[in-house]
């Protein structure tokens, strides 16, 4: 059964779910998809082409689906997905994507506090919890896991890594590395997030395997180019070395934050 309340606003041509419920004076728009057992709150606005997944919470004030605020939209046809049982506090701001990759994404079981923007083609993968006014720019990559901190602005083209937290306050231009903890301006890397990974499961023999990797690359006194040979060669057991290798190797658009002590790899 659907519970709308009557002074909320639903196009015909939007798609309900099984046991929705939408509050007071909230728009839905245009070939809007809500999942089954969803709840909107009061006042939410959900734009155009938006897809919200099943048993999702979606608190008052949010608005969805926008246009993006990029001067190179032209009103081309795109999207906003959201996944399962992901959680949109007050006031949160979610843009539609561009013609570039033609969505804006936001995975399974998130939360995003109040007041947090996601902007145009942002992927953002599963498990993410986003703190109160964090703001994601264009194109911004955060993968499953990750946490960031409030009042943190990160600049467009950024990936945050699988599993890292970034710190409160602070202002994110460079590539986060997976499993590690960040925080500062300028951003700085201050080891593993060791106490994340415990509490994700992960056996103490992978978590040194993946120091391993980091301290290859953050405190070898080799040129860059020579560490990532190494990282490269390096034969590692863990799909998560693996994958922080690949991160590191990988061309950045923006570059790997540094290390707290003094970086040296030229």
């Keep these: ?32 998809v809500i999942g089954d057992d969803t709840e909107i709150g009061d006042h939410v606005l959900i734009e155009k082409y ?10 008052k004030g949010a608005v969805l689906g926008t246009d993006p605020q990029d001067l190179k939209y032209k009103g081309e046809k795109t999207y906003l997905f959201i996944g399962d ?9 979610l843009n539609r994507g561009t013609e570039a990759t033609g969505k804006t994404v936001v995975g399974n079981e998130c939360l995003l506090m109040a007041y947090v923007h996601v902007a145009h083609d942002c992927r953002v993968g599963n498990g993410v919890i986003l703190a109160n006014c964090a703001t994601l720019a264009g194109h911004v990559i955060v993968d499953d896991f990750a946490i960031i901190g409030g ?22 231009t460079q590539d986060v590395p997976p499993f590690t903890k960040a925080a500062g301006v300028p951003l700085r890397v201050y080891g593993l997030n060791t106490v ?10 992978v978590r040194k395997e993946v120091e391993k990797v980091y301290r290859i690359y953050y405190r070898s006194k080799k040129p860059r180019k020579e560490i990532i040979e190494e990282l490269l060669s390096l034969k590692v057991n863990s799909e998560l070395a693996g994958e922080m290798i690949k991160f590191l190797t990988e061309n950045s658009k923006r570059g790997i934050t540094p290390d707290i002590i003094v970086d040296r790899s030229g």
């Design 1 to 32: 059964m659907l519970e709308v309340h009557k002074t909320a606003i639903i196009s015909k041509k939007a798609e309900l779910g099984k046991n929705v419920k939408i509050g007071a004076y909230s728009v839905i728009g245009d070939e809007v």
């Design 50 to 59: 938006t897809v919200v997944g099943r048993k999702c919470k979606i608190f």
């Design 85 to 93: 049982n992901t959680v949109i506090r007050e006031f949160c701001t």
């Design 151 to 172: 009042l943190t602005p990160v600049h467009q083209f950024v990936r945050i890594g699988k599993m890292s937290i970034v710190g409160g306050f602070s202002r994110v």
């Design 196 to 205: 994340g990974l415990e509490r994700r499961g992960i056996k103490g023999e």
